[in-house]
């Protein structure tokens, strides 16, 4: 069965790509879920200083091992000033520094949400930009604009287009846990 590292990028209680998040992963069949909190790997802010008198924080480490006991990654990213969260890019940076590659080499879904008209789509486009150079495989990308109007939890993406582009991603994002899978296999 496989396995899918899900989360919301943001440190908020109520955050809405936590929602997205939960939502898209709960779509997928036959899978194993892990649903993490960034609340739960908070350090200290990154900085060469304090790795060369701490170390690396424990915190770290077990982000990374979410990441290497996984299938997939789903991930939706709060735009804060056109960028990550601070929670989430503090944890990318001390969990960059464990000395092996990033995202491992696995299938990525990519989404972000607001409650304005873009959607998040500047923390989106950095985020694929990026990815890549870290391992990570970015097989597919999702923007809800106007969370507050195309959202209800208990329906999910009310807008039809918006629909179909976030399921046109999903089953891009399944087919590619498969070909990951017999890939591996080989």
């Not at 770290?60 to 939706?76: E, N, P, T, V």
């Not at 969990?95 to 590659?101: D, G, L, P, T, W």
């Not at 950095?126 to 507050?148: K, W």
Request: net charge negative.
């Amino acid at each position: 069965m496989k396995r899918i590292l899900a989360f919301g990028a943001s440190s908020s209680i109520h955050s809405i790509n936590k929602q997205l998040a939960y939502y898209a992963v709960n779509q997928l069949e036959n899978i194993e879920i892990d649903f993490i909190d960034l609340n739960d790997f908070e350090m200290p802010i990154f900085s060469i200083d304090k790795e060369n008198d701490l170390g690396i924080p424990e915190a770290a480490l077990r982000f990374k091992a979410h990441i290497r006991h996984c299938d997939g990654i789903l991930i939706s990213f709060a735009e804060h000033n056109g960028s990550y969260s601070s929670a989430f890019k503090n944890i990318l940076d001390w969990a960059s520094r464990v000395k092996e590659i990033m995202w491992h080499d696995k299938p990525m879904y990519l989404m972000a949400t607001s409650p304005g008209a873009r959607g998040g789509k500047s923390v989106l486009e950095s985020a694929i930009n990026r990815f890549g150079f870290m391992n990570g495989i970015v097989v597919a990308d999702f923007s809800l604009p106007g969370f507050n109007s195309n959202f209800e939890s208990n329906k999910g993406i009310l807008d039809e287009e918006l629909r179909n582009k976030f399921d046109e991603g999903l089953d891009i994002f399944k087919s590619s846990l498969e070909k990951n899978n017999l890939k591996n296999e080989a």
